[in-house]
């Protein structure tokens, strides 16, 4: 599957994953609208934006190499869905970790993200720590 990156909601999942990659979150500001949530299964609540940028930047700590592979993205109007695999290597131990997980995001007309819901296995997210 070739994912269309001109398509506003795909760039706006590609942002995502260079400042998930480079551990630097300070373009998700500029990604989600000022009141967006992100919710994950594996707790079902919601976070701010401000939380998941927190969370994004301390994966430094403890995951180096991370990368995205394997991704689908099939965009719509008003969002888009992705599945991937996040990829790197546990700084404590050396072992190379992998997360399944599958995002669906909801974009308001202003080109924004409003929510983000975001699944994966939390035994997978355990080998992240």
Not at 26 to 45: E, G, K, M, P, Q
């Amino acid at each position: 599957m070739t994912i269309d990156h001109s398509h506003p909601n795909v760039q706006l999942l590609d942002r995502i994953i260079v400042a998930a990659e480079a551990g630097d979150a300070s373009d998700l500001f500029d990604i989600y609208a000022d009141d967006a949530v992100i919710w994950h299964n594996t707790d079902d609540r919601t976070q701010t934006v401000e939380r998941n940028a927190k969370v994004l930047e301390a994966m430094d700590r403890f995951v180096t190499d991370r990368r995205y592979t394997e991704r689908r993205v099939t965009a719509f109007e008003g969002g888009a869905v992705q599945q991937h695999v996040l990829r790197g290597t546990n700084r404590s131990t050396g072992e190379e970790v992998a997360l399944h997980a599958c995002v669906v995001i909801a974009v308001n007309d202003e080109g924004r993200i409003t929510r983000l819901d975001e699944y994966f296995d939390s035994a997978e997210a355990a080998r992240f720590a």
